[in-house]
């Protein structure tokens, strides 16, 4: 079934709380298992759907798809598949999606994809796409409504036109969404965003989103803090804002993995307070394959 489907019928309901895991393939065999086994655990919480990830490159794609048809079919729950143009001719593309069509998936997450390893532009390869709008297009010239297609949204703007020191100017960020925009008339029904720190700025998204006639859900993509260096290696990556009172609350506890768990699962557990409260009741976990802080969080909406 597609997700779309599946949130806009839960949503009926006025009092549910409509969330989803994402996972990412693992490097080794044990470490699959594994995954599979918190898998199965955190879906007996009855997420609406659970999504993996797509190594960057297309380093993991066999095993992207194979995990993916685990989720779908052995785990029994909604799978979306991340599907990147990085490396990817369109056959590549049409074996992926025509892979996970026979498996009976029917959700995908499109998305350019990051540059290959070693390089600093994206680089559209031979027969493939130059963005995920072209994967939109592609997707529905060729699949037609069988997909349910989601893509990435970037409240602060794409890390690649935000300055090393600073936010996005108001022109990028502009065309930003203009471009969003673009790929959700192209057919995509869904936007999971990126992850972020200051719920404000994913509010004032969502609200110039719907400015621009963006209708479908915006699903806002919570990565609970772990880890202090982690933290900063991934905000650093993504650009992403962080809010003066949350490095002040970090600072004394950095050297304290359960401490900075503790305040993850707080900071997130707020975050996510503000988003229903501003009426948005569809929350996405970055699990980064964990499950306490991911499940202690969404004690928030049920
Ligand atoms: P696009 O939507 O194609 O565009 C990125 C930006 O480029 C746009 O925001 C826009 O500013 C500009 N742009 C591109 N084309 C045009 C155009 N024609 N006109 C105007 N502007 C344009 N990476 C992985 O490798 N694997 C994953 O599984 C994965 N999952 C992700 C999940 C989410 C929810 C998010 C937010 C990101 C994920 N990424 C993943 C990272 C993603 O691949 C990178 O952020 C990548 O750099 C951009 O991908 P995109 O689909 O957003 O690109």
């Not at 479908?216 to 804002?241: A, D, E, S, W």
Request: net charge negative.
């Amino acid at each position: 079934m597609k997700v779309i489907d599946k949130i806009n019928e839960a949503l009926k309901d006025e009092n549910r709380v409509v969330f989803s895991f994402e996972f990412f393939p693992p490097k080794t065999e044990d470490g699959v298992e594994n995954l599979f086994e918190r898998m199965e655990r955190m879906v007996a919480h009855n997420p609406n759907f659970c999504d993996i990830t797509w190594g960057a490159g297309g380093s993991t794609a066999d095993l992207t798809l194979e995990i993916a048809n685990r989720m779908q079919n052995m785990v029994c729950v909604e799978t979306m598949m991340h599907l990147t143009c990085t490396n990817m001719p369109v056959e590549k593309i049409d074996h992926a999606l025509d892979t996970i069509k026979s498996n009976g998936l029917q959700n995908v997450l499109a998305l350019r994809g990051d540059p290959p390893h070693g390089q600093d532009k994206f680089v559209q390869v031979d027969g493939g796409f130059a963005c995920a709008l072209d994967l939109v297009k592609h997707m529905r010239s060729k699949y037609g409504d069988y997909f349910g297609i989601t893509v990435a949204g970037y409240p602060e703007a794409h890390p690649d036109v935000i300055p090393a020191d600073g936010v996005a100017s108001l022109e990028t960020y502009q065309s930003d969404l203009a471009y969003l925009k673009r790929k959700v008339d192209a057919g995509a029904d869904l936007i999971v965003t990126q992850l972020f720190y200051d719920t404000d700025i994913f509010l004032k998204f969502v609200h110039d989103c719907r400015q621009l006639g963006i209708t479908c859900p915006i699903v806002p993509g919570i990565m609970p803090i772990n880890n202090y260096k982690g933290f900063l290696r991934m905000t650093g990556f993504c650009k992403t804002k962080i809010p003066a009172e949350i490095m002040a609350a970090l600072e004394p506890i950095k050297d304290n993995e359960e401490a900075v768990r503790n305040y993850g699962v707080h900071l997130g557990t707020e975050m996510c307070k503000k988003i229903l409260a501003n009426g948005i009741r569809t929350l996405h976990l970055y699990t980064l394959n964990m499950e306490k802080s991911a499940l202690a969080i969404l004690q928030v909406g049920t």
